[in-house]
């Protein structure tokens, strides 16, 4: 099960889908145009999203492009336009996978999970900076053993420095790549988010273990033995 985004204008197809994919265990959100579909899309951070390319306001292929400069969430765009020439550039243009249209719910899940397997697959391994661990699969972590109690945002901060370990993360990259803030923001909700996950790692800022603050430029997560 999922958290999917459904970008289509046409109210019987996008009822029809809401549901047939809600039975299969899914949980759904919709949009019937594509302004409101990006907006909900960096609001709401769905695991995928399913994108009509022929909606109202804005060219689907144009979302697309928007979409993918400010997240790598899997898309499955929905045409009925069909054949290579059509497709290419929609793939070219950062799709995951495709369905024509007419489609039945049931064919569009199998899509689905085909493609999160595919997309989660890589990012889904454990990372491991000294005693930490970071399983971004089941979402928890542990420091020696013993498991954080972290929020969702908490855990997203952890995940995405210990992916990078040794490697400075500016304040700005985190509220681009983690709270999805494309611009804006305020630096001020980083560093309480630090200080908290600081303390949840049993350290302070002047004598940091794994945590450490680079003055000025942001922090970087290192293994301390
Ligand atoms: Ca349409």
Do not use: C, N
């Amino acid at each position: 099960m999922a958290d999917i985004l459904l970008i289509e204008d046409d109210v019987t197809i996008r009822t029809a889908l809401t549901r047939g994919l809600r039975e299969r265990g899914h949980a759904v959100s919709s949009s019937p145009t594509a302004l409101d579909g990006l907006r909900l899309a960096v609001q709401d951070r769905p695991d995928l999203i399913v994108l009509d390319l022929g909606l109202p306001d804005l060219d689907g292929k144009e979302l697309l492009r928007m979409l993918r400069a400010v997240s790598q969430v899997p898309v499955i765009v929905a045409t009925a336009r069909d054949g290579d020439a059509a497709m290419v550039p929609v793939l070219d243009a950062g799709a995951d996978d495709y369905v024509v249209k007419p489609y039945t719910a049931a064919q569009l899940d199998a899509r689905i999970r085909a493609v999160l397997r595919r997309t989660s697959s890589p990012q889904a391994a454990a990372l491991e900076v000294g005693g930490l661990v970071v399983d971004p699969r089941a979402r928890t972590a542990t420091l020696d053993g013993s498991a954080l109690d972290l929020t969702p945002r908490e855990f997203d901060v952890l995940h995405y420095l210990a992916a990078r370990p040794g490697e400075v993360v500016t304040r700005r990259e985190l509220l681009t790549e983690v709270w999805q803030v494309p611009y804006g923001g305020a630096d001020k909700t980083v560093d309480v988010h630090l200080s908290w996950l600081r303390r949840k790692l049993g350290e302070t800022a002047s004598s940091p273990r794994y945590l450490h603050t680079v003055r000025g430029v942001g922090v970087k997560l290192v293994d301390p033995s």
